[in-house]
């Protein structure tokens, strides 16, 4: 058994401490990716809700940014970098209220190393970004609920009830935390749907959730009938089912999921792991004035409805729609618990020193392997990793999405300078977009530091925000003329798009982005002359 003197607390915050420098470092070298830039736009426009999901990432930028005033890769991230840490410790204490600091270590060092916690999550700036921070918090306060229930007042209720209403003011499926605890308490301890402060934490919740609907009824509930869309699909889709179980296998790390996967499938020993784990905590307890009992061997089913509920979700979902593996992602948590008292009750003798299982060592260069890897293909040895056709020149190549912008703006600014010097477009030439990718990158990197407008033009489900943002933005007007930028690897004819609304469509200026002499992608800087019909407004007034 570990003591009180475990070095394990000095540990993990040296783990939180390098993991933030070294994240700080990468958003120097690394651009904002598509969805990045894309919600971006929720800290432009802040609001209680928004066409895909909830406003807390938007209010964490504006935060982050000091209100707008700091606008950087680094400063939009740096939410998403600190909610990592925070969450990462609220695991470490999990862990260690679940059975001691080891545990505590080896699922903080787990959520680390995750490809989805620590760099989707935990680098770049998503609505999970501040929703597993909630989610960490609200499952640290369920455990402390089963573990020590004498210790549980009115006050940890209402906190149990804020962060849930956190977790889904973030993205909506934080109610399946509602969901997980509800069910945990029908069949493992039904006493507790008895107390009066259970609902007062339910009540908490949902007056956080009351905006999210205010706007979905202000807005004819678009949001629902968005998701809805993505799920209402028929026929059974087994690729569509493989993807998502690979997927979530590639975004947790394959070396993190295999730890799990042998935890779990040792379920007799994890239970025994969690016995044993209830057995020291009752016998701590036993010295002091409270009064511990065996409620606290039901910390495994807890964990387990914190997370196969959420799961079994979305693989059968997968396979009847098409899904995204970072989903279940937030399930993971609770498995990295389950796992961080598996291995440190079976890693070794008693006396063992030992800090994690040696497959997470593994798991640690997996990740930084891959870290390396796309720093060096970005900026020393880029190739061509996608399409190498003319017509789709750099398509499929994940570097695209994180390099190149900035490059490419420096050439735009030049090109509207010139245009500007020889009377061919006017100083207040706006950017029109049909989607909002590439829209939230030519926002982000072109339009924000030059100045202009950015016009969406297209179908609500193509621009999404964007066509919020143009009910604060001057629209186009007759006469008037615009650019249009389409990067190869998004491949589109502006003529199909715009021959409606503009007189002509100029032959395109081609801006290469060249790095170390290869080609990753062209640039084309179309213009639209004089506007003959104003476009619909996509948003119904």
């Known amino acids: 058994m570990l003591t009180a003197t475990s070095p394990y607390q000095k540990k993990v ?45 938007g209010w964490m930028m504006r935060l982050t940014s000091l209100n707008l005033f700091w606008v950087t890769a680094l400063s939009m991230r740096l939410g998403s970098i600190i909610c990592a840490g925070l969450a990462t410790y609220t695991i470490f204490k999990t862990g260690t209220l679940l059975k001691d600091q080891r545990a505590g270590f080896i699922a903080a060092w787990m959520y680390t190393i995750s490809i989805y916690t620590s760099i989707i999550a935990g680098l770049f700036v998503l609505p999970d970004s501040p929703q597993l921070l909630f989610f960490t918090w609200s499952i640290y306060w369920m455990v402390k609920y089963v573990q020590q229930p004498q210790d549980f007042k009115t006050k940890d209720w209402l906190l149990l009830g804020l962060f849930i209403g956190l977790a889904t003011l973030s993205k909506v499926h934080g109610l399946y935390l509602w969901i997980g605890f509800g069910a945990f308490n029908l069949f493992h301890q039904i006493k507790t749907l008895q107390k009066r402060n259970l609902y007062l934490a339910i009540l908490v919740t949902v007056i956080c959730v009351l905006p999210i609907l205010y706007w979905n009824i202000q807005n004819h509930f678009i949001t629902y009938k968005f998701h809805s869309n993505r799920v209402m699909h028929t026929g059974l889709l087994l690729d569509s089912f493989v993807q998502q179980i690979v997927g979530e296998v590639i975004y947790q790390n394959p070396l993190v999921y295999l730890t799990v996967l042998i935890a779990f499938f040792n379920f007799k020993k994890l239970k025994l792991a969690f016995q044993n784990s209830a057995t020291i905590t009752t016998t701590l307890a036993s010295t002091s004035t409270s009064n511990y009992d065996s409620k606290s061997t039901l910390a495994l089913p807890l964990l387990l409805w914190l997370s196969l509920p959420l799961l079994f979700t979305f693989w059968a979902l997968s396979l009847f729609n098409p899904t995204l593996p970072h989903w279940t992602g937030p399930a993971y948590i609770s498995l990295f618990l389950m796992s961080g008292v598996y291995w440190s009750t079976y890693l070794g003798n008693k006396n063992s020193v030992q800090s994690i299982p040696g497959i997470l060592k593994y798991a640690t260069g997996l990740l930084s392997a891959l870290i390396l890897g796309v720093l060096l293909l970005i900026y020393i040895f880029p190739k061509q990793l996608g399409s190498s056709k003319f017509e789709n020149l750099g398509e499929y190549n994940p570097i695209n999405d994180l390099t190149g912008w900035e490059q490419f703006t420096n050439s735009f600014e030049i090109i509207v300078q010139n245009d500007i010097a020889k009377g061919v477009m006017k100083p207040n030439t706006p950017i029109v977009i049909h989607k909002w990718f590439p829209g939230g990158h030519l926002l982000f990197y072109t339009a924000r530091p030059l100045q202009m407008r950015v016009i969406a033009v297209g179908k609500l489900e193509d621009v999404h925000k964007f066509a919020w943002l143009n009910q604060t933005t001057q629209g186009l007007k007759i006469g008037e003329d615009a650019y249009y930028i389409v990067p190869s690897n998004l491949p589109v004819d502006p003529h199909v798009l715009y021959s409606d609304y503009f007189e002509q469509i100029s032959h395109p200026d081609v801006v290469p982005l060249l790095t170390k002499g290869v080609l990753l992608r062209n640039f084309y800087v179309y213009r639209l002359k004089n506007c003959k019909k104003i476009p619909p407004a996509i948003l119904a007034e």
């Not at 783990?15 to 933030?20: C, E, H, N, S």
């Not at 990716?33 to 919600?39: S, T």
């Open 13 to 57: 915050l040296w783990l939180i401490g390098v993991t933030v420098l070294l994240k700080i470092f990468l958003s120097y070298f690394i651009e904002l990716g598509n969805d990045e830039v894309y919600y971006y736009t929720y800290a432009v426009q802040p609001d209680w809700n928004h066409f895909d999901h909830p406003g807390m990432v």
